[in-house]
């Protein structure tokens, strides 16, 4: 059943009765059909009001109802594999009445978590962990391990795109050789965040492509005394029939599971009864196929491009965004420009990015160069080396991926990139503390994790137009791997340049001249430093003020020179302890600064996971705004000040 704009109004008078999935078990079929309906109205309801991922939940509406409706959570594991398609599973589990605080500060969460409700065994945010944590459930449940919820069935729920990284393989070849009882629903939708790519995607596309014959295909598999009564005998007589014939789940039967499918996922009539019977039969690894669309009966977002993918605050009526004016472009925009801008002079630039075209900018890349454009899936190990055989094989690749993503590549980027010395440049968006998604999706550890990295160059722009002049520089430097850093959302409205021009590796720049105490800043918390730098102007103080721009290799001479002529140094950067604020005080020791008396502090990301707000807010958690940078300099020069919010 399809719900329209028009139907934003609807009672609810199922919904209403469900305050945990135990009271599903009291609902007829026809009832659980209607509940389906509601629940996917409620879900477009609260999420026009806070904005979020839509069109995932709404193409795992009837899964949702007919997963709760057969298993017996907590007790059985559901696990959601990135878990974009959670907000059915919570509103029916006790959090419908939270609905209105999603992804907002100390609100609920826009992933599955554990600190924050029984029926989510599992936390995610990223990809193809999922079959992986199940199969942990499965062995702890055999091995008798201690669960508080108590131990039932584990059941992976796993997106067409997340079943194509690596890690989603390497659980499937585990769970077939432990022959552990394990259900794995592959929720295949034709689409993950962007159109999925690869081999894996046609193997599914053919097997969907056949999908009335789905009892046949149980029958060729051996798996006739999993379906439903009513299929069984038919099957049978079509055994012999299809003796000999390549047909679907071929793959998954290699590795050790039985196949069932494919099925219409929004058919619960379909769904149900498939899922009691593996629920009463099954003895080893099953997987399930379920077709679905994404964004399935919210008509704006069906016809989206994304099927509603992520959407901020939206009228339920027509679906449009509602957008907040904007003076700035995004950083993700002026990468993209940049990039173009590159390519176009030099035909060995190229791009790489791992499912994530639209969020990086590379769309932009791929519609006027297409053949220098690779979107490698969700695969992010892969990307990082492929791009370092681009680099090797004379090309000039841009692997562009989120701080929290190419963290999944990190052996990658040392073993493949770092000490080859391969030229592969890393456009890492997403930098710093991102809002709404949280601590999963956070930039927090990057700076750290590549300044350690011996040869790379590690920069960080401070504004939208040392952005461009970035790109720029990644472009021209071929003497190894580089890697620069910007947020998400918009810039500081700066003057932006025709052309990025090239910076000298290595080098920062001076803001504004000053006395006793100098801040130097690597990333965007500088416009936070000028902005404190006016209220301490107000007390008499100056600070010098210099923009690093490189964590690696550092402006040697600045930061000397600034430690030999101040009596206190501040650095600040918007990342964790470990990176540029650690290199600056390496560089201090080893030149026995401090040994002439100079107050050093560092302002980093505190030693916690900070959750999820809106990143000033997270900011201020963090205490890196404009008011604790005045507030660390009246300290470290011994002024006393009282506390304003005391």
């Known amino acids: 059943m399809s719900m329209s704009p028009e139907d934003t109004h609807l009672e609810t008078p199922l919904l209403d009765r469900i305050s945990s999935p135990a009271d599903l078990k009291a609902l007829s079929d026809s009832d659980l059909e209607r509940l389906a309906h509601e629940l996917r109205a409620d879900t477009v309801a609260a999420v026009s009001k806070t904005g979020g991922h839509l069109g995932a939940g709404l193409g795992v509406v009837e899964l949702t109802v007919a997963l709760h409706a057969v298993f017996d959570a907590p007790r059985d594991k559901i696990i959601w594999d990135v878990s974009h398609q959670c907000y059915p599973h919570k509103i029916l589990t006790g959090r419908r009445d939270r609905m209105g605080t999603l992804r907002q500060k100390d ?23 999922s079959i992986s944590a199940a199969l942990g459930f499965a062995v702890a449940r055999d091995l008798g391990g201690a669960c508080d919820t108590g131990h039932g069935d584990a059941i992976a729920v796993i997106g067409d795109g997340s079943i194509s990284a690596g890690m989603a393989y390497e659980a499937l070849n585990n769970a077939g050789h432990l022959k552990k009882r394990l259900i794995v629903i592959l929720n295949d939708n034709e689409m993950s965040i962007a159109p999925p790519t690869g081999a894996m995607s046609s193997y599914l596309s053919r097997l969907y492509a056949e999908a009335p ?85 919210y008509a704006p977002a069906e ?20 957008k907040a004016p904007s003076n700035a472009p995004s950083y993700t925009k002026v990468f993209a420009e940049a990039l173009l801008e590159e390519a176009a002079v030099d035909p060995r630039v190229c791009a790489v990015t791992a499912a994530m075209p639209d969020g990086t900018g590379l769309d932009l890349f791929a519609e006027r160069y297409p053949s220098r454009c ?9 990307g990082v080396t492929f791009s370092a055989g681009l680099a090797a094989g004379g090309m000039r690749p841009f692997c562009a991926m989120y701080s929290t993503f190419l963290q999944r590549g990190y052996d990658q980027v040392v073993h493949d990139v770092a000490i080859q010395r391969l030229p592969v440049r890393f456009a890492i968006d997403r930098a710093g503390l991102v809002g709404a998604d949280g601590a999963t999706h956070a930039g927090s550890f990057d700076v750290a994790y590549l300044a350690n990295l011996p040869g790379f160059v590690v920069m960080a722009a401070a504004d939208e137009a040392e952005l ?22 918009e810039g500081e409205g700066v003057e932006m340049p025709e052309r990025g021009e090239v910076l000298e590796i290595g080098k920062g720049r001076m803001i504004q001249q000053g006395s006793r105490v100098a801040i130097l800043s690597f990333g965007t918390r500088l416009g936070e430093v000028l902005r404190a730098c006016e209220a301490l102007n107000a007390r008499g103080i100056t600070p010098t003020v210099a923009d690093a721009r490189f964590a690696k290799p550092l402006d040697r001479e600045m930061i000397l020179s600034l430690a030999a002529d101040h009596e206190a140094l501040i650095t600040i950067e918007e990342g ?35 959750d999820q707000a809106n990143p000033r807010d997270m900011y201020d958690v963090a205490a890196m705004n404009a008011e604790h940078i005045e507030a660390k300099v009246l300290s470290v020069l011994g002024v006393e000040v009282l506390d304003k919010r005391a």
């Open 303 to 322: 016809h989206s491009a994304d099927r509603g993918h992520a959407r901020g605050k939206f009228d339920m009526v027509t679906g449009e965004v509602k």
């Open 374 to 382: 690779f979107d490698v899936g969700i695969a992010e190990q892969h």
């Open 107 to 129: 609100g609920l969460s826009g992933f599955t978590k554990r600190s924050e409700s029984p029926y989510d065994p599992f936390g995610a945010a990223h990809s193809s962990t």
């Open 576 to 610: 964790a302890v470990g990176g540029f604020g650690s290199h600056v005080a390496q560089l201090l020791a080893d030149e026995a600064v401090f040994d002439d008396g100079l107050k050093f502090r560092s302002m980093v990301l505190p030693d916690v996971f900070i």
């Open 213 to 297: 014959f789905q009892d046949l295909k149980a029958a060729a598999k051996g798996a006739v005394s999993l379906l439903p009564e009513p299929f069984r005998e038919g099957a049978k007589r079509a055994k012999e029939m299809l003796k000999g014939m390549a047909v679907g789940g071929t793959l998954f039967e290699e590795l050790g599971f039985s196949y069932l499918g494919p099925i219409d996922g929004h058919d619960l009539d379909q769904l149900l009864p498939v899922l009691r019977t593996v629920k009463a039969r099954a003895t080893g690894p099953i997987l399930i196929h379920v077709i679905t669309k994404k964004g399935k009966g």
């Open 468 to 489: 461009k002049h970035m790109v720029a520089t990644a472009a021209a430097h071929d003497a190894g791997p580089i890697a620069f850093r910007y947020p998400r959302g």
